[in-house]
């Protein structure tokens, strides 16, 4: 089974990606860590004990990450993040509160103690801001030979951002973050919005959870189902953090292009994910950017592992 740590911003889609994780018989969950993004940090946080509360995943440890940029001092939830996902994160659906708390200690503390135990063994999957990633890297620069695969959510390499014209929410919250990655050396897939939009999500996909009758089919139909709603340019959801999650144990389902990726920090293009122009001809590119996908592949994949814990 691949080890796996998931660093959330837990909005729905994110809750898409944990029940993932959850379900699969391919994963084994080593810990939650939660960043701010889609929700502040600590709503996050509770939503992930919620959901891991739901679903009797409770051996899962979760851990706050932190709650705002490197460079600011404060973040303040987008309008526009509160309209996708609801004030609460998770379509306005109420989930029983988990008698569990969040793990002394920081997400920072938890992620570079994880990777010294696990090695190349360990995958990390964040699909919010890199920030957390980042700052474990910066406070323990000898993980970076230790670490394997990081897969993120994020980036727009051939198509247009969805924060502006030219960067994609999750860098756009945190681009020196971002950067810093990419440029680490670190073994990054980038699973970005050309391949994220390409796969949808259907009302018959969540009637079908729902018919299942669990608690937890009723609850994610139910956020998913607001979540489509709010997708107004198409019949179905896009599938952003799942397919991040999904490229970690089937990377066969995604076409890649190596590079050396960097990130704009200043100017009208902040945030933009695009190659780095000093290392065109640099040998081993570090960063494997998904531009293709087998949306029918992964969507199949995802419905059957979610039906399978649905139906506990």
């Known amino acids: 089974m691949l080890k796996m740590i998931l660093d959330l911003d837990t909005g729905i889609d994110d809750g898409m990606a944990l029940a993932y994780a959850i379900g699969s018989k391919e994963i084994e969950l080593i810990g939650v860590t939660g960043t701010f ?18 679903c009797d995943a409770n051996h899962v440890p979760v851990y706050a990450g ?3 940029a490197m460079n600011q001092s404060s973040f303040d939830r987008l309008e526009v993040s509160a309209r996708i996902h609801g004030e609460n994160g998770v379509g306005q659906v109420s989930i029983e509160t988990s008698p569990r708390q969040k793990e002394e200690g ?42 394997g695969r990081v897969v993120i959510m994020g980036g727009a390499l051939t198509v247009p951002g ?17 950067k810093y990655l990419f440029e680490s050396g670190v073994d ?29 089919g009723k609850t994610y ?35 890649v292009l190596p590079m050396h990726m960097t990130v704009v920090t200043e100017g009208e293009a902040v945030g933009r994910t695009i190659g780095d122009p000093y290392k065109l001809r640099d040998a081993n590119p570090n960063v494997k950017v998904c531009i293709g996908v087998n949306s029918p ?14 139906k506990k």
């Not at 993004?37 to 739901?54: A, H, K, P, R």
């Open 37 to 54: 993004g889609n929700v502040y940090t600590e709503d996050g946080v509770q939503n992930v004990l919620n959901i891991l509360n739901m």
């Open 66 to 68: 932190e709650s705002h």
């Open 106 to 147: 920081s997400a920072i503390d938890f992620l570079i103690e994880s990777i010294k135990k696990y090695k190349k063994d360990l995958v990390i999957v964040a699909t919010g801001p890199m920030t957390n990633l980042t700052l474990a890297l910066k406070k323990a620069p000898e993980i970076k030979e230790m670490m």
């Open 162 to 178: 969805n924060a502006s014209p030219y960067t994609e929410a999750n860098i756009s919250q945190d681009p020196e973050a971002a």
């Open 188 to 216: 990054v897939t980038m699973v970005g919005l050309d391949v994220t939009q390409r796969s949808l999500l259907t009302n018959a996909h969540t009637q079908s959870w729902r018919e299942t009758g669990s608690v937890a």
């Open 221 to 255: 139909a139910d956020m998913v189902d607001y979540y489509i709603s709010q997708h107004f340019d198409t019949n179905g959801c896009y599938l952003h953090d799942p397919s991040a999650v999904i490229n970690a144990v089937h990377p066969e389902f995604f076409t």
């Open 297 to 310: 592949e992964l969507v199949n994949h995802l419905h059957k592992t979610l039906m399978s814990l649905f």
